[in-house]
Nanobody
Framework: VQLQASGGGLVQAGGSLRLSCTAS????????VGWFRKYEGKDREFVAS????????YYEESVKGRFTISRDNAENSVYLQMNSLKPEDTAVYYC?????????????????WGQGTQVTVSS
């Protein structure tokens, strides 16, 4: 399974970005896909996840109401719509696939990872 993340960039506080994660290879509708972010010098943290079959979604507390995760079956892609961005959202964002389908907030549960995409929010 290969994951391709894109959509990062530089935006002013209060602005929006949409990240995309496109899967290829031996993908499965039983997977869950999650987004994580990594601040410089810190461990990665969970942002959001979606169970592909059910569409159930999960969010880290600080992004609830601002970020929305969604999937597109036809495009085999998962999106992270990020609104009302804050400087503290600045990080490298990674998408990952969880073959158990649970969409855990624990990154160790995810077997497949895409390359990161930089999100920078200026104040």
């Amino acid at each position: 399974v290969q994951l391709q993340a894109s959509g990062g960039g530089l935006v002013q506080a209060g602005g929006s970005l949409r990240l995309s994660c496109t899967a290829s290879g031996r993908t499965s509708r039983r997977f869950a896909v999650g987004w994580f972010r990594k601040y410089e010098g810190k461990d990665r943290e969970f942002v959001a996840s979606i169970q592909w079959m059910s569409g159930n979604t999960y969010y880290e507390e600080s992004v609830k109401g601002r970020f929305t995760i969604s999937r597109d079956n036809a495009e085999n892609s998962v999106y992270l719509q990020m609104n009302s961005l804050k400087p503290e959202d600045t990080a490298v964002y990674y998408c990952a696939a969880d073959s158990t389908g649970m969409g855990s907030s624990d990154g160790i549960r995810y077997r497949y990872w895409g390359q990161g995409t930089q999100v920078t929010v200026s104040s």
